[in-house]
């Protein structure tokens, strides 16, 4: 299916999600934290003819410098419109379904937290799950109800900073972590020199995380700078929006294999199916758009528009928008390369200006690089109403940040240059490359009676080394000096677009399959297929371990996944 860029009648015959009643939330809240509104209140006011169906997540504001506030991981039931099937067509058809499904505080997707430089979030993750039970053979994936908490994309302490409080601290045995019935403190001192911008948290237990953020239990972070002068208008309206997909086995994902093998839903924003957006003619919003979805990447094109990116993974681009529309969906670098397709755990944050035409448009998810994906319509969004005069924000006032000054050859070569060539990769158990023998009481990888992946040995490591997935006793550690420069380069065995992540520190991309790009700043780059990447980091601030993986969490459970140990 194509896109036009021609606007529809608002007239067309639509088949309109229900409202969720999910706007109030049911949540742990305690001193030094409020109840606000994003930024912006927004132009699609009292004279809009149409509803605005887009769910908006709880958003809980830091006070005299400090958020505290209780997460608990529960299972509940909530009913959701869900389609079963890909939607090309519009309108498309969806099931009201009830769910029952893990979750923060008994709701699909928690709290928007937002927090300025140099604030203090404190949370207490309180595991309310029922016990573990046996559900394979596999044994390190028989522990879906223990979890952790990753504050994805923040530059923070990882590890425990005092007894019994824990910074960004993932590195749990798949049998440890948060065990049923128990809490762990989080306690997080943003920087006072922090990016501002979007980030996310979710479980991270190696060997749940897939099912866990497959059920919703996930949530946005915004780290604001006063300074900032980019988005000052209060007519502009900021909007958090998840794009998720679920995957249901008569409405539960109790299992690692219902959430590689059960029926995947279409595209939900915020958990809606297709909702409806609606702005004023010549309305800007401010949109952060967050994969939270475990594989799939989502490509987008509002048709008719063009939606101005500035800032990818929190990071602003240098005084400059990256125009995304049906034009430039497929272009960056070369055919393998995703564009301006969001990778699991990819955040876009983007203005968009209404058209001045009324009518609908179509918000699509574009079919991205070696996705088993077709082309989606996620959205709708209705221009209607009397009209706006907002001019977009300029360019020019995007913030720059000491941590973001590139990284030159000469710095590189000051910290003592070294480089690192890494591997991420799904092979057969026989696979030479494969290290031999396998321990036998080890689990490198699921038997053909488990039903699934069966065979397949998901791993990262060093080029020209045997491969070792995470659980087992031999994997390898990356071990990297505090305050050092390096730069890695990873590569993709296969033909999926592997997103590679790495905690703590943002990346610095230059090169692309050995070629040179336009630099730019990430924390989850997708690998080209059969290719690679290559970027630089400087391990700054903090000491301790932590990880890097593929976000494909269903990947990362299996085995692709390396400790990083920085020492000072």
Known sequence: MTSSNSPESASQPFAQPRRRDALQWMFGLTAGAAVLPLAGCGGSGSDAATEDTLPEPQVLTAANGKLELELTAQYTTQALDIALSQAPAYPGVSTRTATYLRSFNGRYAAPTLVLSQGDTLRILLNNQLPPNTRQTGVGYLNFQNSTNLHFHGLHVDPREIRPGVFGDYVVDTAEGGVLPGQTRQHELAIPSDHTN?????????????????????????????????????????ERVIHVHKLNLNDGRTDSFKDSVNAPTSAFLLNGAYQPTIVMRPGEVQNWHLINTSSFYPFNPVLDGHTLWGYAKDGNVYDRRFKPMNAETTGQFGDAHWPGNALFPGNRHSLVVKASDTPGTYYLRAMKAPSSEVDEEIVARVVVEGSPMSIPLPSASDLPRYDDHIPITD??????????????????????????????????????????????????????????????????????????????????SLNGYPHPFHIHVNDSYVVRINGNPVTPFWADTIPVPINGNVTFR???????????WHCHALDHEDMGMMQLVDVVA
Do not use: C
């Not at 400087?538 to 990880?547: A, L, N």
């Open 410 to 491: 000469q710095e590189l070569a000051d910290h003592g240059g070294k480089q690192r060539n890494l591997v991420l990769a799904v092979l057969n158990r026989d696979d030479e490359r494969v290290m031999k023998p396998i321990p036998e009481s080890e689990d490198w990888f699921a038997p053909p009676e488990e039903g699934f992946m069966a065979d397949s040995v998901f791993a990262a490591g060093s080029v020209g080394r045997k491969l070792i997935p995470f659980q087992s006793s031999l994997t390898v550690t990356q071990t990297v000096a505090l305050n050092a420069v390096e730069e890695w380069t990873i590569h």
């Open 197 to 237: 911008g979007i980030y996310w948290y979710h479980p991270h237990l190696h060997g749940s995380s897939n099912v866990q953020v497959s059920s919703g239990m996930f949530g946005a972070i915004i780290i604001r700078d006063p300074s900032d002068r980019f988005i000052t208008s209060s007519d502009i309206r």
């Open 537 to 547: 980091m400087r391990f700054s601030d903090f000491s301790g371990k932590f990880v």
